[in-house]
């Protein structure tokens, strides 16, 4: 089925995307002809209620304009009747009117009568204070009466003019009667002054008939050229109550009776307009009636509202005429939009229908290469199970741990068939001897979801044992969920069984057999109390100076075999510590019976001469005792070196006795050396050379600490190191010696090594200079750093993360001294060390003694299925580097090979076998 994924795709592509085509365009096409047939109607609806808005707008603008105009004629005449009254009393006042003469006096009135305007409607008014009319333009009859007469035809006026005494000038509203003779009173706006210096009130005043005439006269003027709406289509209409027309743009109406008005479909029009006006005050209503300059009828809607204060009824309208031919222009501009969407939209699917059809055809493509693709990833998966299978040890179970598949080689290893094991639960062929805390970090990783590693120890069949170094991976579904676990594992049982040898070698010394300093310390370390001899023989350094090594040799094995045959010393341990250096050590509470056998066993020793080809050999020796369990050993040894230095057999430490003076004095002298060392940058780096067993451009360099005398003589480590670990100056040495060899190898192809010690792993300012130093000159995969004094380190968790990082950088591990009794395999195979040197007490031995070899050829081979390479220290000779080479060694060092040297050595010159 998923070799023809890729043509259905192609063809599930091409079809939905032609359908998608097609109901598109034809959507299309369907929305605008729904477009089209809901549009008249939808614009016919927004034409009305867009002109409705207008037209009531544009008659409220003529009202508000009335009441505009009319305010504004109301307040020029205000200011005209003013202007008035103020030039008559200016003329009264300049021809002095109370000083001329009567007949003078009637000179003045019958001027002032003459001043007249709006056809004799406005005049002016004299009354003196004391009430009299002294003159009255409009009723000459009145000349001579008094103010009391007035009030009690008008208390309006006599107010008026009253208020105007008091305030000095008044404006009022009143009616009176005009002077045209007619007996109905009008309403008239009158102004008085009153002048204190002649004594005297001026009025006059106007109609409001006249103000009216006035303001209506200036909206009719304006009505006549308005025009709004769409193509100046609108205009106003104005009739009052009584069915007169008050303005009509067509001159007919005013002569028409409009009480019977009709429009074309026989509808009383005005009749409707007045009636909406006079009940409501405002309202819209719809008739036909024939366009201006046509004789065609359209339908129509008109909106009046009334303006009672003139009796009038304005109002305006619109014609659906015009809306037609929106309507004809809406629809050409439809018809051409849509002509262009379709067009445009047919290119647009057209491009995007050819770019579906390349992106299907790019798809099927991917697809087929991916079908390949999978099929060949099925292949190998295949090819990697078969390899599996027949390369490591498979199982697969289920939660609750009980196997599901095994493979042909759990089968083998087991010894039991894979019907007896599916079904079975795997912990029913662990060992008794797995810690229960193994298996609870391997249920409590897995159930989490993580991967699992370590080393088991399971059971066969037939009750034999074999080890596996396993890989535990969940399986998990598509939602995340464990359905079930599986087992990759690797018989590393013969490398278990070598590592238990190789433990048991190198707790040994190779040349005695006794135990050696490794076992030493574990004992101390597991004992709550003890009581420790150190043994050493006098003199000894002479015997190998005068008669060689190899006399030495046999004289250290004599002395072994003395010290452990001793029945003093049966029930105590013994142990050869380095060189001509013994330890007894007993972990029982009798220090003065542990004394006592000691010594016992010393003289018994040393009284008889050792014959050694043919020679005499008497022994002498010197012990120092310490007794409790805090630093016993360091105790015993400066209780050893308190006897030399007073030339005494032996000493029992008592820190109140020995005098550590001498020893500070010289330690003092050392430090001092290292400092001016430090500020005279007198501590350089030398290189000695490291060759590989068979191909010369793989040697190396080991980097070792120097300091160069004032004298020019070089000291070397073990005469300050020691002492300069207790000290400030021992970070600066680490770093200095780094950095110089970093110099000195960065700007070649050519792998090194450092000597890093615990106390510098452990030192963060130190790791991390030497690390930073590293990345920047770009060395990190030609460098490698050499763990020295091991056995400090396998409890140190931080030291182990400090190599961690070197290593994801590239850089390579080393491990010193291997086979000096560091036996914590476990903490090897955490740091992945590249390299195990073996040490140089070892291998000097290998020509010599089967049981060193032994333990070389164990190392060698532990190290081989650890993917670990080996170097041999202590070179010498060309037979010791022979018999190397020849038992597996990949590399070697030594005076041999070549010795430190300030400068580096080429490669070509370098020595190999």
Known sequence: MTKHISKITLLTAITIATAFSTIILWNLYSIFEEYNANNNQKLKQFYTKQQKGLIQNEVSRLIQRINATRNAVLEDTKQNLRDRVNSAEAYIENINFNHVTEHGQQHISNLIASFTWNHNTGYFYIISKQGTIMHHGGDSTLAGKSLSDIHEQSADIFNFLNSAITNGEAFAEYDYYPPDGSNNSKKKLGYAKYNKKLDMLIGSGIYFDTLKTKVQNEILETVKKERFGYNNYGYFWIFDTNYNTIFHIDPNMYSRDMYTLKDTQGKYVVRELLEIAKTKGEGFTSYYWNIPGKDIGSEKVAYVSYFPEWNWVIGSGFYYENFHNLIATEEAISQSILADELTKNGIIIFVMFTGVVIISLIIFNKIKVIEHEQQDYVNDLLQYKTVIDTSAIVSITNLKGEMMHVNDQMCNITGFSADELIGMK??????????????????????????????????????????????????????????????????????????????????????????????????????RSGDLAIIDIDGFHKINETFGMKFGDTLLKSFANRLSENVNLNRYNTYRLHSDVFAVFSNQSDKNLFITNVENAVKNITKDSVNIAGKDIIITSITGYAHGSDNILAHADAALQFAKANNISHYVYNPLEVDNTNIYQ????????????????????????????????????????????????????????????????????????????????????????????????????????????????????????????????????????????????????????????????????????????????????????????????????????????????????????????????????????????????????????
């Open 666 to 913: 010289q330690n003092t002298i050392i430090v001092k050396m290292i400092s001016n060392a430090i500020d005279e940058d007198r501590v350089v780096p030398f290189f000695q050379p490291i060759a590989h067993t068979l191909e010369q451009s793989n040697s190396k360099y080991e980097c070792l600490m120097r300091i160069i005398n004032q004298d020019g003589s070089v000291i070397p480590p073990a005469d300050f190191l020691d002492i300069s670990k207790q000290t400030r100056f021992y970070p600066y040495l680490t770093k200095i010696i780094a950095g110089k060899s970093i110099d000195a190898f960065s700007d070649t192809d050519i792998e090194f090594s450092i000597n890093i010690s615990a106390e510098d792993l452990l030192n963060h300012e130190t790791m991390d200079f030497i690390y930073e130093y590293a990345n920047e000159k770009g060395v990190f995969n030609r460098m490698i750093l050499e763990i020295v004094e091991s056995e400090s380190l396998s409890s140190y968790s931080a030291a182990i993360t400090a190599l961690y990082k070197f290593k994801l950088a590239g850089a390579k591990i080393a491990i010193d001294d291997f086979g000096t009794g560091y036996s914590n395999f476990d903490y090897l195979l955490k740091i992945k060390a590249d390299y195990i040197k073996i040490d140089g007490s070892i291998i000097k031995l290998i020509n010599k003694d089967e049981r060193a070899v032994d333990i070389v050829q164990s190392i060698i081979s532990y190290a081989s299925k650890l993917k670990m390479e080996t170097i041999a220290e202590f070179i010498s000779d060309q037979k010791l580097a022979e018999t190397a080479k020849k038992m597996g060694v990949d590399y070697l060092q030594g005076y041999y090979i070549g010795k430190p040297s300030q400068k580096l050595q080429a490669k070509e010159n370098i020595k190999i076998v």
């Open 426 to 527: 795997h912990n029913k062929i662990g060992h008794p001897d797995n810690p229960q805390e193994t298996y609870r970090e391997l249920w409590g990783t897995i159930t989490k979801g993580d991967v699992w590693r370590g080393i088991i120890k399971n059971l066969t069949k037939d009750g034999g044992y074999f080890y596996q170094k396993t890989t535990i991976t969940p399986f998990k579904n598509k939602e995340g969920i464990i359905t079930n676990y599986i087992a990759i594992s690797h018989d590393v049982t013969e490398l278990f069984e070598n590592k238990s040898q190789l433990q048991k070698y190198l707790h040994i010394d190779p040349l005695t057999e006794l135990e050696n300093r490794a076992s030493l310390l574990l004992e101390i370390k597991n004992s």
